[in-house]
């Protein structure tokens, strides 16, 4: 039983780990790549103005929210709902990356995976995105399928974990009792020499 939980153990962190080296190479390659084919603006408040055009990068946004603290990230949201609802084009995108952004306040990958596959993608000759907004999209799903995944594991690894615990205290009960049955035993035994004698 100690075994299984050892096992149930190295593989809860193993799954930790897979968690992590999958998520780790969208936050290397990403501003790599972006950086490469980028400029960035140096005042931020030029990079608000910027952001709100609708030819701005999925990318560029990408690594503009990242470097955005609690409170902006909070106004951001915001505005992203409310450009949702005025019709800009790609606000729903844009709040889709915060659900899936790991430091948002409303960081959910669960959320941000059914927004992306309930957008209204039109066919590729009349979309509006762009080659690298596409290519963006597909990473991101494929990264939100990947951590979907692997929190599914880790849930059920979670719960076999439980289980195995459980298993383990209920057999730990039956050896302290089977323990104190034969320490009567014993002095049963003694008991019954000591009076043939």
Not at 12 to 37: D, E, H, Q
Request: proline share 4%; aromatic share 8%; glycine share 2%.
């Amino acid at each position: 039983m100690i075994r299984l939980i050892c096992k149930l153990s190295s593989r809860l962190a193993r799954i930790t780990n897979n968690i992590m080296k999958w998520c780790m190479p969208v936050f290397i390659i990403l501003p790599i790549s972006i950086l490469s084919g980028c400029q960035l603006l140096a005042d931020s408040n030029s990079d608000k103005i910027a952001l709100n055009n609708n030819n701005i990068e999925l990318s560029q946004y990408y690594l503009w929210i990242k470097s955005l603290n609690d409170d902006e990230l909070s106004q951001e949201i915001s505005q992203q709902k409310i450009d949702k609802q005025s019709g800009y084009d790609k606000a729903e995108l844009q709040l889709i990356m915060l659900y899936s952004l790991p430091n948002s306040l409303i960081h959910n990958p669960y959320t941000a995976k059914t927004l992306l596959n309930d957008y209204p993608f039109p066919p590729y000759d009349d979309t509006s995105l762009n080659t690298a907004d596409l290519a963006f999209i597909v990473m991101l799903k494929d990264q939100l399928n990947q951590q979907l995944l692997l929190l599914e594991q880790l849930v059920n690894y979670k719960g076999a974990y439980q289980q195995a615990k459980k298993l383990n205290t209920a057999h730990q009960l039956n050896i302290n009792q089977l323990k104190k049955q034969i320490i009567q035993l014993k002095k049963i035994e003694k008991t019954l020499s000591k009076r043939g004698h």
